[in-house]
């Protein structure tokens, strides 16, 4: 198999090499205020791919929603996809679906124990859950080495470094392997690859299972002063504190369904609300339903300011995230979720 990073694809997305050299002038003090004029006045042009600053050290970002939200920060937004997005959204993400799918999963976590981010880039989604819920803790996943280095650089500076577990690993199939680049190269933090695609590199990463990570969500166990009713409690039948509330992201590029494949005993413990990528061109639908299906999961696409229920998952060439939830349609409705 050839290397990903010398296929005509990713030529193509390097701009034959020329992204990095014009990215780095557009961003040069000379330049970018004339950028930073100019381009928010072009019809159709997605501001949130501009490069940022390149002397720029952190974007504030914020999100939430109806459940008030909190801030947070991003680091070294020239390199990170994600915190240029919040430097031209003046601390939103610049397209309305993707920050309403923030503000999303921050409501939907802000009485979550444990939230679990695989496939998380630099963390943006652990940083604003976090920010908002101060009793969360979070396990996150990321395969490529030099994005792990982003995320453990945001967790720093927002000081959540004991209530986060970085896991530099994949999540999906157990016990296989991935070569995977450093990451450290080209114009940008890679946020594209995925578990199907090959690359000649020394650097590997070890995968692991969602029920794998069972015993270890478990010892989240939180402290509450209620006592657990009759039949609640852990798996075991102990009735030892109560099952930690849990949510999920996952946005691994087409690989969801090993992710869940590999997780019957995780859902039907935790039946977590998942936000999950489901891209047009990648997703296996009807596969990704028989995972959900057997446990009794709604499904909703998500828009720019609503959620739309779907008895099928049908992929949206736009709209990319889709909720996850054993909550029904009229059950969201009463929680104050906006469904059609």
């Keep these: 198999m050839n290397d990903h990073l010398r296929t005509l694809t ?85 397209e309305p679906e993707d920050a309403f799918a923030l503000d999303l999963m921050v409501t939907l976590s802000a009485d979550a124990d444990v939230f679990l981010d695989i496939g998380a880039y630099t963390g943006v989604f652990t940083m604003a859950v976090l920010a908002a819920n101060e009793n969360v803790r979070a396990h996150l996943f990321e395969i490529i080495p030099a994005v792990v280095a982003g995320a453990e650089k945001n967790i720093d500076r927002n000081g959540f470094n004991t209530r986060v577990t970085v896991h530099p690993t994949g999540v999906g199939s157990p016990e296989t392997w991935m070569k995977v680049p450093i990451g450290d190269g080209g114009s940008a933090l890679p946020s594209f ?107 909703y696409l998500v828009g720019e300011d609503r959620l739309y229920a779907r008895t099928v998952i049908r992929p949206d060439a736009h709209l990319r995230d889709w909720l996850f939830t054993l909550k029904s349609p009229d059950q969201m409705r009463a929680s104050g979720y906006p469904v059609d």
Excluded at 27 to 53: D, E
């Design 10 to 94: 990713a030529r193509r997305q390097s701009w034959f090499g020329l992204k990095l050299p014009v990215k780095t002038a557009l961003a040069q003090p000379a330049f970018h205020p004339l950028l930073r004029t100019i381009a928010p006045r072009i019809r159709g042009l997605k501001i949130g791919r501009l490069p940022a600053p390149i002397e720029l050290t952190e974007v504030r970002g914020r999100a939430g929603g109806r459940a008030g939200g909190a801030d947070f920060v991003l680091v070294e937004p020239f390199r990170c996809e994600i915190a240029k997005e919040f430097y031209w959204g003046k601390g939103r993400r610049t």
């Design 193 to 299: 690859y995925s578990s199907d695609m090959h690359f000649d590199s020394d650097a590997e990463v070890r995968f692991t299972s969602l029920d794998a990570l069972l015993p270890e969500v478990l010892a989240e166990v939180p402290d509450r002063d209620t006592q657990s009713q009759p039949g609640e409690g852990l798996p075991d039948g102990s009735g030892r504190g109560e099952t930690p509330r849990v949510t999920v992201k996952i946005d691994v590029e087409g690989g969801e369904n090993d992710v869940l494949a590999h997780g019957r005993e995780f859902l039907s413990t935790f039946r977590p609300d998942i936000l999950c990528e489901v891209l047009f061109d990648r997703a296996k639908p009807r596969e990704l339903m028989s995972h959900l299906g057997e446990h009794g999961y709604h499904y």
